[in-house]
C-alpha cells in the first residue's frame, strides 16, 4: 500500500502542474489583443474605385538636354572664341542645343567646352500625381516614398527581405485602412497584416473645405508636411501630386497667396558664390506665387515627396506642364494685374 500511495502522489504531482499550465494558456489566449486593423475579408469588402493618374508625357520630358555645369567656367561667344561671360561654382544647369568639335552651343551665341557638362536627362523623374475622384473614399490615398517590404504588424522594423507580395516601391500609391501609434509614430495598415511607418509614406490628405482666405474658385493647398500639392476647384479637390519645398535654410512660408506671373521657361538664379550660388536655365511651367517662390516643373532631381529647394515648390514636369494649363485658363494672360491668378495656401499637417 505504502508503494501504491508514493506513486499516486508522484502521480498527482505530474498533472496538477500540466493542468494548471493548460488552464494559464488557455486564459491568456482568451485575454490576447485582437488583431490590429482591418482583416482581409474587410479590406476585400470595400468598394472598389478606379484611379486615372497621368501617363508620363516623355516628350515633354526630354524635349531639352538638360546638363549639369561641372566646376567654374567661362562662356563663350563661339568655340575656342572670346568670353562672354562667367559662372560661378555652384548648382548649375543648362539647356544643351548642338554639339561641335567638343564645344556645346546652350544660347544662340554661347558654347562651352563639352567636357564641363554632365547629361542628366536620365534623372528626369517618370512619376505622376493622381485624379481624386468624386466619391469619398473609405481609406486614405499615401505615395511610398520609400522602396520597402511591408511590416506584418505596426511597430515591426521593415524587412530587408521578404515575400514579393509584401514589397513597396517608391511612388507606389498605396490605401491606408488604418493607424496604430507604437513609441509615440504612427504605422499604417496599406492590407491585411501590411504595415508601413509614417517616415515611407506622403499620405493625400484633401482640406474639408477653402480657407477663408482663399479667394478664387481654382485653388492649390500646399502640404508641408505631407510634401503632396492639392488643386481644388471650389471645396472639390481634383488632383494630388508630390511635391518638393524648401528646405528649413530657404523655407517655402505658410500663409495664402495668389499666383501674379507665370511663365513657360524661366531662368533661374540666387544666392552667394562659394555658399549657395545656382543657376537654372529653362525652368519649366513656372507660376510665381510669394515673390521670388514658384511653383514649377524640375528636371534636375527625382526626389519629390522631401524637402530639398530654395524656397519653390518643385513638381515633376508632366504635372507642373497639366496644372500649368489649368492656371492659363484661369488667368488668361501671363501677368495678374488686373485679376486675381489661383490662391495657392500653404499649410502643415504636422511637425516638421
Not at 44 to 63: G, K, T, Y
Not at 216 to 225: A, E, N, P
Not at 254 to 268: A, K, P, Q, V, Y
Not at 271 to 296: I, N
Request: contains cysteine; charged residues 20%; proline residues 6%.
Amino acid at each position: 500500500m505504502k508503494h501504491v500511495g508514493l506513486w499516486l502522489i508522484a502521480l498527482l504531482v505530474i498533472l496538477i502542474p500540466a493542468a494548471v499550465a493548460q488552464d494559464t494558456a488557455e486564459n491568456t489566449d482568451t485575454n490576447l489583443e485582437p488583431p490590429a486593423g482591418l482583416s482581409a475579408a474587410e479590406i476585400a469588402a470595400l468598394p472598389e474605385v478606379e484611379f486615372m493618374r497621368p501617363e508620363p508625357d516623355r516628350h515633354l520630358m526630354h524635349d531639352r538636354r538638360y546638363m549639369r555645369v561641372l566646376g567654374d567656367n567661362d562662356i563663350y561667344q563661339s568655340p575656342r572664341g572670346y568670353v562672354a561671360r562667367g559662372m560661378p561654382n555652384g548648382f548649375n544647369f543648362v539647356t544643351a542645343i548642338s554639339d561641335v568639335d567638343g564645344w556645346t552651343r546652350i544660347n544662340a551665341n554661347e558654347w562651352i567646352p563639352t567636357d564641363y557638362l554632365q547629361d542628366v536627362n536620365s534623372v528626369v523623374s517618370n512619376f505622376t500625381g493622381v485624379f481624386l475622384p468624386e466619391e469619398s473614399l473609405p481609406y486614405v490615398l499615401a505615395w511610398a516614398l520609400e522602396s520597402v517590404y511591408a511590416s506584418p504588424k505596426p511597430g515591426v522594423e521593415h524587412l530587408q527581405e521578404g515575400k514579393p507580395e509584401d514589397k513597396i516601391e517608391r511612388y507606389q500609391l498605396l490605401k491606408i485602412y488604418a493607424t496604430e501609434v507604437v513609441y509615440g509614430f504612427n504605422w499604417y495598415q496599406i492590407g491585411a497584416n501590411q504595415w508601413v511607418h509614417q517616415y515611407n509614406v506622403a499620405r493625400i490628405l484633401p482640406l474639408a473645405a477653402a480657407p477663408e482666405a482663399v479667394n478664387t474658385d481654382l485653388w492649390f493647398g500646399i502640404d508641408l508636411y505631407e510634401q503632396v500639392i492639392v488643386m481644388y476647384r471650389g471645396a472639390k479637390p481634383v488632383f494630388a501630386t508630390l511635391v518638393s519645398t524648401g528646405l528649413p535654410r530657404w523655407p517655402t512660408y505658410e500663409g495664402t497667396f495668389n499666383i501674379f506671373l507665370r511663365s513657360e521657361r524661366e531662368d533661374m538664379t540666387w544666392g552667394k558664390v562659394g555658399d549657395d550660388y545656382y543657376f537654372l536655365e529653362e525652368v519649366p511651367w513656372t507660376m510665381f506665387f510669394d515673390s521670388g517662390r514658384a511653383l514649377h516643373g524640375a528636371y534636375w532631381h527625382d526626389g519629390f515627396g522631401y524637402r530639398r529647394s530654395h524656397g519653390c515648390v518643385n513638381i515633376n514636369i508632366t504635372d507642373a506642364k497639366w496644372l500649368y494649363d489649368q492656371v492659363a485658363a484661369f488667368m488668361g494672360a501671363d501677368a495678374a494685374l488686373d485679376a486675381l491668378g489661383p490662391s495657392v495656401h500653404v499649410f502643415s499637417t504636422g511637425t516638421y
